[in-house]
């Protein structure tokens, strides 16, 4: 069973950068696809980034071009660097894992493609 475990979040200025992490237990992330997602208080959970298994990339047009999704060579780390961050990136950051590769783009962007979920880290950018 996969665990997934949220870190680096914090409190930043509008225009800096943090890195989240997103360590795995139990097992690698070497077969699965990841996700980062993101819920404000009174919104529904939103997808940033994904990773597939295969390399591809995808993000939310609303963080493209200011944060890269990735892993570690070693698979048992996932990470989401964001730069340029804005008031509206304030949100508690969820890192998602679903095995093998997307099916289809609803596996990609929904909430429903991705079995194992952090717990959340909270990301505060103030203005």
């Known amino acids: 069973q996969l665990q997934l475990v949220e870190s680096g979040g914090g409190l930043v200025q509008a225009g800096g950068s943090l890195r989240l992490s997103c360590a795995a237990s139990g097992r690698t992330l070497r077969s699965f696809s990841m996700a980062w997602f993101r819920q404000s208080p009174g919104k529904e959970r939103e997808f940033v980034a994904a990773?597939?298994?295969?390399?591809?990339?995808y993000y939310a047009d609303s963080v493209k071009g200011r944060f890269a999704i990735s892993k570690d060579s070693a698979k048992t780390t996932g990470f989401l660097q964001m730069d340029s961050l804005k008031p509206e990136d304030t949100a508690v950051y969820y890192c998602a894992a679903d095995p093998g590769i997307p099916a289809n783009s609803g596996d990609v962007y929904g909430i429903r493609g991705y079995k194992f979920w952090g717990q959340g880290t909270q990301v505060t950018v103030s203005s």
């Open positions: 990773l597939t298994l295969r390399g591809d990339t």
